[in-house]
């Protein structure tokens, strides 16, 4: 059709279909009109309105017969290019994929606060054992619970604690995430290790529910003070906590007020003036064995930390106890019994979301509990 390409395009110009071109051209030059005439006279007409399309192929050495929509990333044009036999390649548009993220991403300002000084104070928030997903009928356990209450609970608790703190001069927050955040960590309804779990909701709602929260909680709490988010793995979503750690990370990741400790490490430390701040799900080495965990996997910092901190999670009920310099403290849940939990009598713990004071120099000096 090359030898047409002149008068094709100037049947196109007079405001003409590319199919009405394609059957005069046929009817013009007598022969049998039919797709692949309808096709190659496309191409001609598309090749004229996006000339600097083909002239970008050129460039950079790619067929222009090959050019289908608009894919490849180049510094004027997208150009979507087949591969062999059609067939669809993760490389095509790996770049281009990238490029378009990039320009979605949030443009964090950095909020400037005054330098802190020896009276201030740390506040550490953890909401533990959410469970998100889980279903209890207040018929047979006496409680209801589920997603919605889950997630209200925890924003309650949180802005029950902002309240209660406000007196203080709160220089940096530690936001500890994960601990079975999520009730299920596939899409058969059950834990990582297979067992079965009550749920009341798809396991993708589920999980966009999580996320939001801590979106919002997070949003919250950088407004008032610089804040560090540590995760910790746990048993019933040890896979898709990951995943929704690492979800929270890419939204807030370039935020120049948070900091991160995402590691799949099952044993998280930080540091807060005078205070060594250890957190754990609960579900792996023994409560007796992690002060000496502690001073080994942070040594550099067990000689200057007077005061030694562990919060544990995994058992929805409080125990405390000091070993030697270390504090070890399980906190509540805001989560009741389930069905089989009721079965087996393990209920009737209080119900809680906690959160904690550190002075720079004196340690912890406040507990703040609000209770269901």
Known sequence: MVEHRERIIELYKTGISGVAVAKQIALDNNFEYNDYVRRSIGKIIQRAKNKGVFEECEK?????????????????????????????????????????????????????????????????????????????????????????????????????????????????????????ILNTDNTRNSTTKLTMQDTHMKWFDAFLMAKRLYIDIISTLVAISDLEVVYNVSNHDEMSGFFLMDSIYSWFNEHPNITFNRSPSHRKYTVYGKNLIGTTHGDGAKQNDLPLLMCHEA??????CKHRYWFTHHVHHKTSKDIMSVQIESLRSPSPADSWHHKMGYQHSPLAIEGFLFHKEFGQVSRITTLF
């Open 299 to 304: 040594s550099e910092h067990w000689h200057v």
């Open 60 to 180: 950079v050495g790619i067929d222009p017969e090959k050019v289908k929509h608009y894919w490849y990333k180049g510094k004027n044009y997208s150009i979507n290019v087949k591969g062999e036999n059609d067939t669809f390649k993760y490389e095509d548009f790996k770049e281009d994929f990238i490029a378009s993220v990039k320009d979605l991403k949030p443009n964090y300002i950095q909020i400037i606060r005054k330098d802190s000084d020896n009276d201030s104070h740390c506040l550490l928030i953890d909401p533990a054992d959410v469970h998100v997903n889980k279903l209890c009928s207040a018929f047979e356990t006496g409680i209801d619970y589920n997603s919605q209450i889950a997630v209200q609970r925890v924003e309650d608790g949180v802005s029950s604690i902002l309240s209660k703190s406000n007196g203080f001069n709160i220089d940096k927050i530690i936001l500890i995430v994960g601990n079975d």
